[in-house]
T-cell receptor, first 116, second 109 residues
Framework: DTEVTQTPKHLVMGMTNKKSLKCEQHMGHRAMYWYKQKAKKPPELMFVYSYEKLSINESVPSRFSPECPNSSLLNLHLHALQPEDSALYLC???????????????FGEGSRLTVL | DAKTTQPNSMESNEEEPVHLPCNHSTISGTDYIHWYRQLPSQGPEYVIHGLTSNVNNRMASLAIAEDRKSSTLILHRATLRDAAVYYCIPRGNAGKSTFGDGTTLTVKP
């Protein structure tokens, strides 16, 4: 099993809504990542969790709130988003980030978010 | 993070080799060079990585310059399924992978 599963695949929400994106992996990986990708642009790193603790926050606005309940799950809670937050949100996992430079990232297919 | 420079786009004919270059002149001595590709409507997928020596796997080969300031991803026989955006990513121990703009590869039948 080498999959990273993201749900939902598509999400439409209003600017006052609260929603969550979910990511799950069962590869025993101890590092999990959120990336944001706008159309025809490269993925941009948002957050990194290492051993269930937030290790990197790339100065993401507080309307995005990550959560790592356990080593297999990663959530991204969304509140009061703006239309410019519409993008593909990608989750990835890897062996512990302490392994650093050599580890392979495994990506999910992403959740496409539209904010109206 | 080391900056990377890749051609915006490249074209190849099916069944022919493709050489995708990447400049990473500010790479640190301990950064590995990773390559990922992103097929349409999919998340990125790992292709290959290396430090100093050339590397081969079932997907591709990676040739790294002796001064490590550049590398080349080699697809030995391009297929239509290799059409994707290819990203070269220097990666250090902080666990961060910063994607550059990548190269869009078009494969013509």
């Amino acid at each position: 099993d080498t999959e990273v599963t993201q749900t939902p695949k598509h999400l439409v929400m209003g600017m006052t809504n609260k929603k969550s994106l979910k990511c799950e992996q069962h590869m025993g990986h101890r590092a999990m990542y959120w990336y944001k990708q706008k159309a025809k642009k490269p993925p941009e790193l948002m957050f990194v969790y290492s051993y269930e603790k937030l290790s990197i926050n790339e100065s993401v606005p507080s309307r995005f709130s990550p959560e790592c309940p356990n080593s297999s799950l990663l959530n991204l809670h969304l509140h009061a988003l703006q239309p410019e937050d519409s993008a593909l949100y990608l989750c990835a996992s890897s062996q512990g980030a302490r392994a650093g430079a050599v580890v392979e990232l495994f990506f999910g297919e992403g959740s496409r978010l539209t904010v109206l | 993070d080391a900056k990377t420079t890749q051609p915006n786009s490249m074209e190849s004919n099916e069944e022919e080799p493709v050489h995708l270059p990447c400049n990473h002149s500010t790479i640190s001595g301990t950064d590995y060079i990773h390559w990922y590709r992103q097929l349409p409507s999919q998340g990125p997928e790992y292709v290959i990585h290396g430090l100093t020596s050339n590397v081969n796997n079932r997907m591709a080969s990676l040739a790294i310059a002796e001064d490590r300031k550049s590398s080349t991803l080699i697809l030995h026989r391009a297929t239509l399924r290799d059409a994707a955006v290819y990203y070269c990513i220097p990666r250090g121990n902080a666990g961060k992978s910063t994607f550059g703009d990548g190269t869009t590869l078009t494969v013509k039948p």
